[in-house]
């Protein structure tokens, strides 16, 4: 089955802690992967993307993420959040030729200032 | 550059009553694809359109239905809404040409079903 599991629903943060968000896929075939940001009433915005190339990507407002693809795993990070980084993140994977997106269930961070 | 346009934004219908929902993607994508976002199940797989074909859908019942236009707008339907149809529904797009398949989302439309 096609799945994508997010393991932080809820994670609250001080500004300039680290972030580490986990995110799990389930996916036959070669994947595309995604984290996609969305800001309190705004639309869904990509963050960054991994199609192929260095598993390592970096994004808008200096998060990244790695791919490993041993673990099915693509985890986003950030050194140092900012209050500004208080958003719903969503983990997303799609295959080859579709547009299908399989979502995770998002995680709420809530960054204190 | 104006991005995914959805319209209405926000909607108030009864149970039983259907209900159609408009998207203008991004000048030059022809790829759109809707979601249903609620809090419990997320964000949900509905439709995929390509050059007015439907390429993929999700598992929702056969009351969920949609279209696409020969100048790439989208719209897709409700039928006997039912109180669970509550949500935002996204609707996103796509030039098909990129490698990276990203989506571009609008900013939903707000359903509600009393």
């Known amino acids: 089955a096609q799945s994508v599991s997010q393991h932080n629903h809820h994670v609250i943060l001080s500004e300039a802690a680290s972030l580490e968000l986990g995110c799990n896929y389930s996916?036959?075939?070669?994947?595309?992967l995604f984290w996609y940001v969305q800001y309190p009433g705004q639309h869904l915005q990509l963050l960054l993307k991994y199609f192929s190339g260095d598993p390592l990507v970096k994004g808008i407002k200096g998060f990244e993420a790695e791919f490993i693809k041993s673990k099915f795993s693509f985890n986003l990070r950030k050194p140092s959040v900012q209050w500004s980084d208080t958003a719903e993140y969503f983990c997303a994977v799609n295959g080859i030729g579709t547009y299908k997106y399989i979502f995770g269930t998002g995680t709420r961070l809530k960054v204190l200032a | 550059k104006a991005g995914v346009t959805q319209t209405p934004r926000y909607l108030i219908k009864t149970r039983g009553q259907q209900v159609t929902l408009s998207c203008s993607p991004i000048?030059?994508?022809?790829?759109v694809s809707w979601y249903q976002q609620t809090p419990g199940q997320g964000l949900q797989f509905l439709f995929e359109y390509f050059s007015e074909t439907q390429r993929n859908k999700g598992n929702f019942p056969g009351r969920f239905s949609g279209r696409q236009f020969s100048n790439s707008r989208s719209e897709m339907n409700v039928s006997t809404l039912e109180l669970g149809d509550s949500a935002l529904y996204l609707c996103a797009s796509s030039r098909d040409r990129d490698r990276g398949r990203e989506a571009f989302f609008g900013q939903g439309t707000r359903l509600t079903v009393v």
């Open positions: 996916y036959g075939g070669t994947v595309n």
């Open positions: 000048s030059g994508h022809r790829s």
